[in-house]
């Protein structure tokens, strides 16, 4: 627990939409193949959420991508974002304390988003390369930055 931040499994799927579907954090996680009208995160992996003094301040999406690697999604609702560092730190912590047989967690983030790439970095991230022509968005097709942390 990083300063009174308190990390659990969340099934509350009604809090997870309206996080993700927030415009600021809808633009970051969507493309133009997201259908907002059929979404359901209770399909789209297990969910984490991060709390402090009884208030949700951010959610995780965690998907396994193999044997050894979990791959993450962080979304903080802009009003908390001053405290991302504590809350992705938290997060990590959780998941590190419970890994297992994962070695890694790994994360996409879209080349255009230059402050999640550095907020992934001072997290404990680190850059593994790049995925060409990886998502389109608006019409226009992008790479993303593929990162990952690797567990001590």
């Given at each position: 627990?990083?300063?009174?931040?308190?990390?659990?499994?969340?099934?509350?799927?009604?809090?997870v939409k309206e996080?993700?579907?927030?415009?600021?954090?809808?633009?970051?996680?969507?493309?133009?193949?997201?259908?907002?009208?059929?979404?359901?995160?209770?399909?789209?992996?297990?969910?984490?959420?991060?709390?402090?003094?009884?208030?949700?301040?951010?959610?995780?999406?965690?998907?396994?991508?193999?044997?050894?690697?979990?791959?993450?999604?962080?979304?903080?609702?802009?009003?908390?974002?001053?405290?991302?560092?504590?809350?992705?730190?938290?997060?990590?912590?959780?998941?590190?304390?419970?890994?297992?047989?994962?070695?890694?967690?790994?994360?996409?983030?879209?080349?255009?988003?230059?402050?999640?790439?550095?907020?992934?970095?001072?997290?404990?991230?680190?850059?593994?390369?790049?995925?060409r022509m990886s998502?389109?968005?608006?019409?226009?097709?992008?790479?993303?930055?593929?990162?990952?942390?690797?567990?001590?």
């Open positions: 627990m990083i300063r009174n931040y308190v990390v659990t499994p969340c099934i509350d799927y009604k809090l996080i993700c579907l927030d415009p600021d954090i809808l633009h970051r996680l969507s493309d133009d193949f997201f259908d907002i009208e059929t979404y359901k995160p209770e399909n789209d992996g297990a969910w984490l959420r991060c709390d402090r003094n009884n208030t949700c301040v951010g959610i995780v999406r965690m998907t396994v991508i193999s044997p050894l690697d979990l791959r993450i999604h962080i979304n903080i609702p802009k009003k908390h974002r001053t405290s991302c560092l504590h809350i992705g730190r938290a997060f990590i912590d959780f998941v590190e304390q419970r890994k297992g047989n994962y070695v890694k967690l790994s994360t996409c983030v879209g080349e255009q988003y230059t402050t999640v790439i550095r907020f992934a970095e001072k997290i404990g991230f680190t850059n593994d390369g790049l995925d998502y389109k968005r608006d019409g226009k097709i992008y790479d993303s930055i593929i990162m990952s942390y690797i567990f001590k």
